[in-house]
């Protein structure tokens, strides 16, 4: 894809675009609990009905056999009209891409379609308390046992862990041989008694997140995503789509940028405000262009790979200078308008820890896409 979109993609924006403008409710809920995963339940439901839901996976499983550069439309024209989120993003943005690149046709066929619908909700359980977002860390083990493995540790910061009826899941298959872990990726279902979910109260007030353990948790051997002893290449996969295939954060921040101009507009800024706003703008235009070219690299059968990495580390920095402006501009204004930008100012703080932190971010290009050794690394830590 270059800077502009064929005849064919245009007319498809329109499709979209009129579809959600006919079909997208007015009013949702403002619980962030049950009430709102079951409505963005029914919202996906009602979106995979009109094909509109991961649009680039193949049709046999719900999708349209369209490209990626199609699925940044979706989601694109689902931010503009601030229409809900579809509740099953770990599904659609992250198991399904992997699935589809590493899965078994078993696999497939068993979990895409009803990912699409949001009959099955999805979470992602990677991080750990002692590790983070280190998955060299990891102390979760899972143990051969007959027809498949028990899994035993905890993993923590796992959004929607107490609505969803599969996870995607690291543990470590055999003791540790040099500085990585042997680990398997593993597809869990979360209905077992052995699986303890306990959410966790955010800075937002919020309990988005939730600790999970597992006392002996059954995954089948014929649940396991590749080679039990190498689910880093399987992960990598995951992890390139996480962190660079969303337009969500591009139109959230160019709203907020919009605003932001009105505020200094409407009031007398400060002349450091109008260089951050500036910046602003400056960074909303180079995170666009990041997106395009992992885009395109994706609909040329490229995968994101470890510059996946620059794309979450530019945005997420991005993110929280421009939520500090906001409220520094706001003032206790910032409150005023039942406290949204207060709220996001306080979710965004969190987002240079999920996803990997920066440090993390930091890490993966240094060694995997400049290829310093470790000792350079750790001595300009």
């Not at 398997?184 to 988005?208: C, H, K, N, W």
Request: charged share 25%; glycine share 8%.
């Amino acid at each position: 894809m270059n800077l502009r979109f064929t005849p064919e993609q245009e007319a498809f924006r329109r499709e979209v675009r009129e579809w959600i403008s006919t079909h997208a409710p007015t009013e949702v809920p403002p619980d962030a609990g049950r009430a709102r995963v079951e409505f963005e339940r029914a919202w996906q439901s009602a979106l995979a009905g009109a094909r509109l839901v991961a649009v680039h996976f193949p049709a046999r499983y719900g999708g349209r056999d369209l490209g990626w550069t199609e699925a940044f439309i979706v989601g694109e024209e689902l931010a503009v009209a601030r229409a809900p989120e579809i509740v099953n993003r770990v599904a659609i943005n992250l198991v399904g891409p992997t699935l589809l690149e590493h899965g078994t046709e078993h696999q497939q066929q068993r979990y895409l379609h009803r990912a699409i619908t949001a009959d099955d909700i999805w979470c992602q359980l990677f991080s750990e308390p002692g590790a983070g977002s280190d998955l060299g860390s990891m102390q979760t083990r899972a143990e051969r046992v007959p027809g498949g493995w028990r899994i035993r540790g905890q993993k923590v910061w796992v959004s929607n862990a107490q609505y969803a009826q599969h996870g995607v899941l690291l543990a470590q298959t055999a003791e540790r041989a040099g500085r990585r872990p042997s680990i398997g990726y593993f597809l869990l279902d979360m209905d077992q008694p052995s699986i303890e979910v306990r959410p966790l109260r955010q800075l937002t007030g919020e309990a988005e997140f939730n600790e999970v353990f597992l006392d002996g948790a059954f995954v089948p051997d014929e649940s396991v995503v590749g080679d039990p002893t190498n689910g880093w290449a399987v992960m990598s996969t995951t992890l390139g789509y996480e962190r660079s295939t969303s337009p969500r954060q591009l139109i959230v921040h160019s709203i907020l940028l919009d605003e932001l101009l009105a505020d200094a507009r409407d009031g007398t800024p400060d002349p450091s405000d109008r260089q951050d706003l500036a910046r602003a703008y400056t960074e909303l235009l180079i995170y666009r262009l990041h997106l395009y070219r992992v885009i395109s690299a994706l609909d040329a059968g490229r995968p994101p790979g470890a510059t996946s990495s620059a794309v979450k580390l530019f945005w997420s920095e991005m993110a929280q200078r421009m939520h500090d402006l906001s409220m520094r501009m706001l003032g206790p204004a910032g409150i005023a308008d039942g406290g949204r930008r207060q709220r996001n100012f306080l979710y965004y703080r969190a987002c240079t820890i999920f996803a990997g932190t920066s440090e993390i971010q930091r890490n993966t290009l240094a060694e995997q896409v400049l290829g310093l050794p470790r000792e350079a690394r750790l001595a300009t830590a």
